[in-house]
Nanobody, 122 residues
Framework: QVQLVESGGGLVQAGGSLRVSCAAS????????MGWFRQAPGKEREFVAA????????TYAASVKGRFAMSRDNAKNTVYLQMSSLKPEDTAVYYC???????????????WGQGTQVTVSS
């Protein structure tokens, strides 16, 4: 069982930057690939980014590629999502997720956090 707790959300102006974090429980953190998803009001949850268990492989949604960067610190059981050049359409609840495989993917995640709100004002 893996428990995930997100933090770092908040209000930021368009063009600004924000970093959200996700702390995970468990002893074999590097055995899990991790993902970030988001859900805006009235919309379905969508994939944002994923990172492999080793941290050497990342994948991004086209809408955030070049603006967002995902990283992980396996010694701290934590993943990060650095968001830059934020747009109002990035406003959403951001969820951290873990998958019982070290290979990054865009779906089939087993564990989810409670989410953290990110609001980008225009």
């Amino acid at each position: 069982q893996v428990q995930l707790v997100e933090s770092g959300g908040g209000l930021v102006q368009a063009g600004g930057s924000l970093r959200v974090s996700c702390a995970a429980s468990g002893r074999t953190f590097s055995g899990y690939s991790m993902g970030w998803f988001r859900q805006a009001p009235g919309k379905e949850r969508e994939f944002v980014a994923a990172i492999s268990g080793s941290g050497l492989s990342e994948t991004y949604a086209a809408s955030v590629k070049g603006r967002f960067a995902m990283s992980r610190d396996n010694a701290k059981n934590t993943v990060y999502l650095q968001m830059s050049s934020l747009k109002p359409e990035d406003t959403a609840v951001y969820y951290c997720a873990a998958q019982s495989s070290p290979v990054a993917s865009i779906d089939k995640y087993d564990y989810w956090g409670q989410g953290t709100q990110v609001t980008v004002s225009s």
